[in-house]
């Protein structure tokens, strides 16, 4: 098992470069220059003023060279400092990064407490109206777009009824560990962050639900007279929980992706929006900062994954 | 027609505060507040869509930072927030006969929230602050006071322009190496507090100051607010400062909330999460249905304008005068501001704006009122007539392509280029709408990049109304010798050159208002009638509050001013 | 696994009362009975044949030109008269449904061609990589690793903020990023396919290389790659919708649904026409692809023909 992590982990350099250099060459290489962007407009300023800014910020350099002092101070966790906010770009991704773990833990919470038993419950049910209903929905969930649902959600909830708050983590002035508080601002960006994940294990978990259920060693147990709510749980679960984990990977992916988009509609102060508002801004540290830190999340994350799996399914061999 | 206009910019300079709706008791007019006692206590939340970036004063090129730094430091002078004339505030200033020695004392009363009296040397350490900074973007700034640009580039340990009166360590003199009309705005400069900032400005250290922990979290203030907490990308908390030497606030604590967009500042306004905020004008008819908050409207401090590239290879009719006037005739800009900011805007002919107090009152401008024939008939004086297809062409028999430009993601201007662009094709212009990112704009204007055929883009003014950087022909950028600037219509004229040197650096040293007003009407009726902008218009800012904040009066240069003496009923 | 006769979740299907066909005979018949595929079917060329004659219906239906703007008549509600405000009209006065029908034109446009340029890509790397292997393998699952390391939409997000694109760069940005899924399938399909015995036969037999490729193992990977890109072009509609909330996709004035869905859903309480008919367009295309897609699957995918064909 050690030896597993330690290759995964070795494994994860080379793309962990492959990522910084493509952060940064289309950073770098596109139009368009940060000092000119908020300089515009100033009153009096001048050439010189324009030069010394970007001798001072280190732009003036040639590119390559500018990303090798980059690279050689990230792998010390020294990102840069932020053009904008003049502080080191990955500390202020890390201040936001809790924001961004909860909002999609919560997802992925609220994926697999919805989605696994809607998923069972449908094959269970075959044939039935709520199978019916459940299959829709499994299609369904992924036609809708994420902003624009949960716009809509914050007209309902928020504005009509004001049922939940619209935006933000927190009421301002609540303690910080108003756990009911913080629940009503979760509830609406997690669900919707969430509903391409419980869409995708309801479908996943139906298949696999039918699929056990018609195995020989689920027919024994029949045959046995075990109560088959037994049967299910304790032999069928097991199994479909297999490709549970198998779809986690891309269920990471767009949870970190998809966060970005639900950040900005709920102003949750995330490493998404922080690092999209960036890119608008051309603040490169805070861009590459961001890339790198949701990047290795990611692929953290598909080392994790593939761990799960060895734990789940004891085919798989761990060497 | 000008008297119109008068009655105009004296409509837009009284904040109307329209309640929006006929609940009893609810629209607190001012004198109702001005009749009641303040209550103490309560919190206001202001929204904003963007995080600020620092709390160094010296830093700060946002609106954002420039909130908060404004709510914790007070400043020498404050500008009227109504006419935008320099006040005093934490001291008072006077000029010399030949406007070259500025001196300024600080007020008596005037003190830090340690404790400590305000002093010359607070000011200085903000001059020296600015030098010593290699971030800031306001070194060109103080480029005329005596010494500063030695201090700036190291060769000078002091700047010898400052002279602190070795009798009275609250008064002070600055010294400028020529005549500038805007020095007594400059020279407002950055009050830091010596006993926290001092030790980066001492002769031995370098840039540090850009980097100083008391950016981030500053613990000395003068303003009416201290600062509490940051919670970095969502909110900033500020404290009453009790000691604050205008008297203590009566709110108790001020946040700064940053939400993700425009729709989050109406949504939050509705539902009374949040105090206050500017609101656009596609919401306001949404806003005015909701019982609980009013709505104060007053002119912004700038405009939205279609810049001409009168240089253009492509475009080349924009060069000729009579087209311009055909394009300014051929939009009907009533209409236009009626569909694009549902008639929260006031039609532009001149640079200035009407709360300033440059806006050329004393001069017939050409309104440019909608005239189609009389647009047509300009084009065809032009050489420009309507070629087999219906689009205009010259007698080269080149055709009249017209690529209007704009930065995308602001709706509001997405729309105007498209609305302009469909009015130009009825006067047979090949117009099209092409909107791009910001940042890619901004660089090709200021780099005079020779494609860009017109673009529509805005200014935001300030109290001082030296548009030098916008308009001197020195501030046509040259892509051969790769000088840049903001003039990016090519266009210059040498009378108006000279009316902005006139009312910039008087050859007579007369910075009197009276006298750069006389300049300004001569330089903005040059522009009237040569049309290197349309110049748009001016929109409205509508600053929505809840019912219960008291004594809110916010105007087109300051919304805050007076936030000491704003308070919440309960 | 259970044989292609045995149970469907209960339902025994005799085996005999099918006669044996081709993979492709056989889907045909399954799809022809799956009502609910050819329904999305249906609806979706009928979304594109509308969008595709958009500039006839503009002319001769609705008389009103795409780009035609009438400042006197903004938001006005959908009416039956004239008929170019059947679905009302937007902030300059320009007709909803016929730019709601040019919109499509551009976004199923991007959907369709950035899904072929990932298949294009997609398959002949991932042929190329599992057949081959070696060091052209490494270097391709080294990049794939890495496009998959980033999440997706950052990258697309910093790209689309830096070249403000237009539909063509679009599906060139799209088209090159969004490939990596289809070329794994392949390269894993490849690799387990070349180690069959009918393969290492054909080689003994002296087959080339590209035959081998093309008359052995494409044929059998073919049929999923189609339900992956069916897939694939709705996710990429929803993608062009979600950069154009981010005000990073195809820009005004030229219409687009996912432009007119975040422009309309600023003037959502002046008029909630103009966000509920590109919403209804989008949910509708996406929803049928990702039905036939699944119809598809059912009919094609003999791992799952057990259990998900009813």
Redesign the interface.
């Known amino acids: 098992m050690r030896n597993f992590l330690i290759r995964r982990a070795l494994y994860a350099i080379p793309t962990l470069i492959g990522i910084s250099i493509i952060t940064f060459a289309i950073a770098r290489l596109s139009p368009g220059d940060p000092i000119r962007l908020f300089t515009f407009g100033i009153k009096d300023f001048t050439q010189d003023d324009y030069l010394r800014l970007l001798h001072a910020y280190g732009l003036d350099k040639p590119i390559p060279l500018q990303y090798v002092d980059w690279l050689s101070n990230a792998v010390r966790l020294n990102f840069g400092e932020s053009l904008i906010y003049h502080r080191e770009a990955g500390t202020m991704i890390l201040e936001r990064l809790p924001n961004t773990l909860q909002l999609a833990v919560t997802a992925l919470m609220l994926q697999l407490i919805i989605g696994v038993p809607l998923g069972v419950v449908a094959a269970l049910r075959r044939g039935s109206w709520a199978d019916g209903a459940i299959r829709v929905f499994g299609v369904a969930g992924h036609a809708v777009p994420a902003f624009w649902l949960g716009q809509v959600l914050i007209i309902l909830f928020a504005i009509g009824l004001r049922w939940l708050p619209s935006q933000g983590m927190l009421t301002v002035g609540k303690d910080q560990l108003d756990l009911m508080d913080r629940l009503k601002h979760i509830l609406l960006p997690a669900f919707v962050l969430a509903l391409v994940g419980i869409a995708n294990y309801s479908r996943i978990l139906r298949t696999e639900t039918l699929d056990v259920l018609g195995q020989d060693y689920i027919r024994t147990a029949h045959a046995k007279g075990l109560r088959e709510r037994v049967v299910v749980y304790v032999h069928a679960l097991r199994n479909s929980l297999i490709p549970v984990v198998t779809a986690l990977g891309g269920i990471l992916a767009t949870l970190v992706g998809g966060a970005l988009v639900i950040e900005q509609v709920f102003s949750w102060p995330g490493i998404g929006q922080f690092t999209f508002q960036a890119a608008i801004a051309k603040d490169y540290p805070i861009v590459q900062a961001g890339v790198m830190i949701a990047s290795t999340l990611l692929v953290v994350s598909y080392v994790l994954r593939d761990l799960t799996y060895a734990i789940v399914d004891p085919r798989i061999k761990v060497a | 027609m000008r008297r119109l206009v008068a009655v105009l910019g004296a409509a837009m300079l009284v904040a109307v505060s329209c309640s929006s709706s006929g609940t009893p008791g609810g629209g607190a007019s001012p004198s109702v507040a001005a009749t009641e006692k303040p209550q103490q206590g309560g ?1 206001v ?1 202001e929204a904003t869509i ?1 995080d600020i ?2 709390m ?1 004063p010296v ?1 700060v ?2 609106t954002a930072s420039g909130r908060i730094t404004g709510l914790i430091y007070d400043n020498i002078l404050q500008v009227d927030y109504k006419t935008g004339e320099p006040k005093p505030r934490l001291a008072s200033a006077t000029v010399s006969s030949d406007s070259l020695k500025y001196t300024f004392e600080m007020n008596a009363k005037a003190v830090w929230s340690d404790g400590k009296p305000l002093i010359a040397d607070d000011w200085l350490t903000g001059l020296k602050a600015v030098g010593k900074s ?2 800031t ?1 306001r ?3 103080f ?1 005329d006071v005596v010494g500063f640009t030695d201090y700036s580039d190291g060769k000078a340990t002091s700047i010898s322009g400052v002279a602190i009166d070795p009798a009275n360590n609250k008064k002070w003199t600055v010294t400028m190496a020529k005549v500038s009309c ?1 020095a007594i705005i400059d020279l407002i400069g950055y009050t830091l507090p010596t006993q926290v900032f001092g030790k980066y400005v001492t002769d031995s250290s370098k ?1 540090e100051i ?2 100083a922990p008391e ?2 979290n500053p613990t000395v203030v003068s303003g009416p607010f201290k600062f509490t907490e940051w ?5 900033v908390i500020l404290d009453k400062n009790a000691t604050y030497w205008q008297g203590a606030p009566n709110i108790d ?1 001020y ?1 700064y ?8 500042i109406t ?2 306004l ?2 009374g ?1 949040i105090t206050w905020g500017t609101i656009q004008a ?2 306001l ?2 806003v005015q249905t909701v019982a609980t908050v009013k709505i104060d409207k007053y002119q912004n401090l700038g405009y939205t304008f279609i810049g001409w590239n009168t240089a253009s290879p492509t475009a080349v009719g924009l060069a000729d005068k009579r087209v311009r006037q055909a394009l300014a005739y051929g939009i ?1 800009m009533d ?2 501001i ?2 694009v900011v549902f008639g929260e805007a006031t039609k532009q002919v001149s640079h200035h704006v009407p709360v300033q107090w440059a806006y050329p009152t004393g001069v017939q401008l050409e309104q440019y009122k909608y005239d189609k024939a009389k647009a047509q008939s300009l084009l065809k004086d032009a050489g420009w007539t309507p070629g087999p297809d219906g689009i205009l062409q010259n007698a080269a028999g080149k055709k009249f392509n017209l690529t209007i430009s704009t930065n ?2 602001n ?1 509001e201007r ?2 105007l ?3 302009a ?2 009015q130009y094709k009825q006067l047979g212009i090949n117009a099209k ?1 092409a ?6 704009l ?2 090709k ?2 780099t005079g990049d020779s494609t860009l055929e017109a673009t529509i883009i805005g ?2 003014l ?1 109290a ?1 109304p ?1 548009p ?3 308009w001197h022909s020195s501030q046509i950028p040259d892509p051969a010798k790769k ?4 003039g990016f219509t090519y266009f210059k004229d040498p009378a108006m050159d000279k009316a902005i040197e006139e009312a910039r650096n008087p050859s007579n040293g007369d910075c009197t208002v009276a006298s750069r007003k006389k300049q300004y009407e001569t330089f903005n009726k040059i522009l009237n009638e040569n049309q290197p902008y349309n110049f748009g218009y001016a929109n409205n800012v509508l600053a929505v509050s809840q019912q219960s904040l008291q004594s809110f009066k916010p105007g087109s240069f300051s919304a805050i001013y007076n936030v000491n003496e704003w308070w919440i009923k309960k | 696994m259970a044989t292609a006769a045995a149970t469907a979740g209960g339902v025994i299907v005799p085996a005999e009362a099918r006669p044996s066909r081709s993979l492709w005979d056989n889907a045909w018949y399954k799809l022809r009975r799956d009502r609910l595929t050819i329904a999305a079917s249906v609806t979706l060329v009928l979304l594109a044949l509308l969008s595709i004659l958009a500039p006839v219906f503009a002319d001769n239906v609705f008389h009103y030109k795409f780009e035609q703007q009438d400042l006197f008549h903004t938001y006005e509600k959908p009416s039956f008269d004239p008929p170019a405000y059947l679905l009302g009209t937007d902030e300059v006065g320009r007709s909803q449904v016929v730019r709601l029908l040019f919109g499509g034109q551009v976004s199923l446009f991007v959907g369709f061609v950035a899904a072929l340029v990932n298949f294009l890509v997609g398959v002949p790397v991932g042929l190329a990589a599992g057949y081959f292997r070696g060091p052209f393998d490494d270097f391709i699952n080294w990049l794939i690793t890495t496009l998959n390391g980033i999440p997706q939409i950052y990258l697309l997000l910093i790209i689309a903020a830096l070249w403000q694109p237009g539909p063509l760069t679009l599906i060139a940005i799209i088209g090159l990023l969004n490939w990596t899924g289809i070329t794994l399938y392949c390269r894993g399909q490849t690799i387990s396919l070349r180690e069959r015995e009918y393969i290492t036969s054909a080689h003994a037999i002296g087959a080339t290389h590209a035959r081998v490729i093309f008359k052995h193992i494409l044929p059998n990977v073919l049929p999923l790659i189609f339900i992956l890109a069916a897939i694939d072009v709705g996710g990429i509609v929803l993608l062009e919708s979600a950069l154009s909330f981010l005000g990073l996709g195809i820009l005004p004035p030229t219409p687009s649904w996912g432009n007119m869905l975040t422009g309309g859903a600023s003037y959502f309480v002046r008029a909630w026409w103009l966000v509920v008919s590109p919403g209804v367009m989008i949910f509708l295309t996406v929803l049928c692809l990702y039905l036939i897609g699944d119809g598809l699957r059912d009919a094609l995918d003999p791992r799952l023909k057990t259990h998900e064909s009813h």
């Open positions: 919190r939340i963007s970036a620092t160094q830093l090129n946002d290699k971030k973007v070194k060109s700034t480029k805007s840039d850009d980097t950016n981030t919670r970095k990308g969502d909110q604590q946040v909330k940053v939400v993700a967009n425009q729709t989050a949504n939050g509705k539902t999460e596609k919401d008819a949404d009907d209409q236009v009626k569909a995308s993601g709706t997405e729309t280029a498209t609305v662009a469909e709408a909107p791009e990112a910001f940042q890619g901004v660089t204007l200021t200014w935001s300030g001082e030296d030098y950087s916008i000088v840049e600037g903001f």
